[in-house]
């Protein structure tokens, strides 16, 4: 298959038992790359109450970096205050200038620092982890992105190492231009507990 079309060419499965069926993910391309974003010490915004601002600002860089892309199906995985996703060569730079810009948002309308990292699908490897993605459709025209062999994980590490030289953190430029995030929404609703504590499965 076309390495761009990676994603856009895997087969939907529909039944949610495909989730741990792991013969069935397909390997990601050697030269693809994982963008990973994460809040730093998003616990403590979490305990001032600022969980709409940390859940918005990770998912902002999803829609951010989906709209640098539009030629390009890209899978992806939502973690609360970040995200990762991953992206063919031509989307990398993009995608890492769309992410720069989120986190210069998140700096300066919400006090909020948002780590940018790209990590090469050849790291992933040589370090001893995997990535493989299988597709989920929920819905028509509405698919889910499933990921395994701890290759996310793996990125999550190496973009969080804080050596002043590490090689997969981004560093924030002098002048960032405003993400695009046309089509971006947030439908947040607090629920009140009606016996005192909440359930989500």
């Known amino acids: 298959m076309p390495d761009a079309r990676f994603y856009a060419d895997l087969p939907a499965a529909a039944d949610f038992a495909a989730v741990a069926d792991f013969a069935a993910y397909t390997p990601a391309p050697d030269d693809w790359f994982v963008l990973h974003t994460d809040i730093v010490d998003s616990s403590a915004a979490i305990a ?16 951010a970096v989906l709209n640098a892309a539009r030629e ?11 995200a990762s996703l991953l992206v063919p060569p031509a989307a990398v730079e993009p995608g890492r200038d769309a992410l720069l810009a989120v986190a210069g948002m998140a700096r300066e309308r ?50 969080k190492d804080d050596a002043p030289d590490n090689p997969y953190r981004e560093r924030m430029p002098v002048e ?11 439908r947040w ?13």
Request: aromatic share 4%.
């Open 176 to 186: 960032l231009s405003p993400p695009d995030l046309d089509g971006l929404s947030c």
């Open 189 to 201: 609703e607090p629920l009140r507990a009606a016996n005192g504590g909440s359930l989500t499965l």
């Open 48 to 63: 001032e109450g600022r969980y709409k601002d940390v859940n918005l600002m990770g998912v902002a860089g999803i829609t």
């Open 72 to 82: 390009v199906a890209i899978p992806y995985v939502f973690g609360g205050d970040g």
């Open 110 to 159: 919400f006090g909020l620092d948002l780590r940018v990292g790209v990590v090469p699908m050849t790291a992933i490897r040589t370090q001893g982890a995997d990535l493989a993605v299988r597709k989920l459709s929920l819905s028509p025209g509405n698919d889910l992105a499933l990921f395994s062999g701890g290759g996310l994980e793996l990125a999550d590490a190496l973009v």
